[in-house]
């Protein structure tokens, strides 16, 4: 898919303040420095449509940007940051919950993972979590530069075995991706292109 256009649309808290067409959306989410931003930024070929961040932690919002007149992109907050409050942090999980659990137009969550870490329970749980409630979502391990083909290897098996001991029968799909190096992009957004238009 060749994206024509990105646009801005609108940030809230509120799913009930999410834009109210049907165009199928597709939202990101991952743990604070993940390299959510930069992802979306590369999908998206704009240098700065997602912030990236200086300050882990601080968009607390459901942003939606609306590609080639088609279909959302979801920047969502990023999580498990240590550095917000309880009260924030409980803030947070609510109106993610909400709109993992309301969100019609939904189609798929990716869940970033960044290549170089070992399964964390915050990640696989939050993956339980989606599954249990019904979400479709597929995994994006971030900053494959980073690593070498071996070693990606070795990381995409650890996180298949740590997911299959838990409910899981089958590793969900997933994609291996750098935004520095551009790699995952035309898999990533054919995936998002087939389901389009099927
Ligand atoms: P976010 O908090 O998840 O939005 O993460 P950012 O996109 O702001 O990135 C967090 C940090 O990781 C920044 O220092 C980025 O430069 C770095 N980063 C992001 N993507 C990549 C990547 O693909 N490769 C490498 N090597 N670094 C990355």
């Known amino acids: ?68 007149n088609e279909w959302y992109l979801v920047d969502l907050p990023g999580y498990g940051y240590a550095r917000v409050s309880k009260t924030q942090k409980a803030k947070f999980q609510k109106f993610i919950t909400r709109y993992f659990e309301q969100r019609k137009q939904l189609i798929c969550g990716f869940v970033l993972v960044d290549i170089r870490h070992d399964p964390q329970p915050i990640d696989t749980e939050f993956m339980e979590w989606l599954g249990s409630n019904g979400v479709p979502f597929a995994i994006v391990f971030t900053k494959a530069d980073k690593l070498k083909p071996k070693a990606i290897e070795k990381q995409v098996n650890d996180y298949k075995e740590a997911l299959l001991q838990t409910t899981w029968e089958e590793m969900p799909p997933y994609f291996i991706t750098s935004a520095s190096k551009g790699i995952g992009k035309e898999e990533l957004l054919g995936y998002i292109d087939e389901i389009n238009k099927s």
């Open 1 to 68: 898919m060749k994206i024509n256009s990105a646009k801005f649309v609108v940030s809230n808290q509120d799913v009930k303040k999410c834009p109210s067409n049907h165009f199928p959306e597709y939202a990101f989410i991952g743990r604070s420095n993940v390299g959510k931003s930069s992802l979306i930024n590369m999908l998206t070929n704009h240098k700065n449509l997602a912030k990236t961040s200086g300050k882990p932690g601080k968009t607390q919002l459901i942003n939606h940007f609306l590609i080639n």
